[in-house]
T-cell receptor, first 113, second 112 residues
């Protein structure tokens, strides 16, 4: 059974720092992995999608990597800003079930001005 | 560009009352559509997904139902709400080539 874990559950860093959020999964037979952010009381915003054949994706200050063999993905945020404060979620889409995503519990990120 | 609309944003309903939440997608055709629920302090739970009109699968047995009367319209319904139906409901869509998932803004449902 696929399980997705995000560590740490919460993270607080000063503005301007580079930081890494972690997502690990137990079964490497994934279709893709997607990173989202969620602001309090809001829907989820898609950040980056990495297909199983890809190693990384970049968008602005965000870079997501995928290592299927070790069951890990990281989301790198460069030069963090207070507006980056949110909960970050990763989700894995399974190979044998295109419609079911397995979700991590999220990392709550606070960027201190 | 594609957009997803979900309404209402908040809803307070008494126990036993009916429910209808609506979601529409613009700018794409034949999307896969999803309803999720996010309970307070908990993860996302997939309720329903649809790969086409009249093709809806339920992931969790409950007193909720879903319908897809048009290609880009997805409706979540209940005939009689329970207290346990309270939560944050999210509609989402994905395309069929890379399955990237996009979410609506959510509906906060409180059943009292």
């Amino acid at each position: 059974k696929q399980e997705v874990t995000q560590i740490p559950a919460a993270l607080s860093v000063p503005e301007g720092e580079n930081l890494v959020l972690n997502c690990s999964f137990t079964d490497s037979a994934i279709y893709n992995l997607q990173w989202f952010r969620q602001d309090p009381g809001k829907g989820l915003t898609s950040l980056l999608l990495i297909q199983s054949s890809q190693r990384e994706q970049t968008s602005g200050r965000l870079n997501a990597s995928l290592d299927k063999s070790s069951g890990r993905s990281t989301l790198y945020i460069a030069a963090s800003q207070p507006g980056d404060s949110a909960t970050y979620l990763c989700a894995v889409r399974l190979v044998d079930s295109n419609y079911q995503l397995i979700w991590g519990a999220g990392t709550k990120l606070i960027i201190k001005p | 560009s594609q957009t997803i609309h979900q309404w209402p944003a908040t809803l307070v309903q008494p126990v036993g009352s009916p429910l209808s939440l609506e979601c529409t997608v613009e700018g794409t055709s034949n999307p896969n559509l999803y309803w999720y629920r996010q309970a307070a302090g908990r993860g996302l739970q997939l309720l329903f997904y649809s790969i086409g009109i009249d093709q809806i699968s339920s992931e969790v047995p409950q007193n909720l139902s879903a319908s897809r009367p048009q290609d880009r319209q997805f409706i979540l319904s209940s005939k009689k709400l329970l207290l346990s139906d309270s939560g944050f409901y999210l509609c989402a869509w994905s395309n069929t080539w890379d399955e990237k998932l996009f979410f609506g803004s959510g509906t906060q449902l409180s059943v009292l």
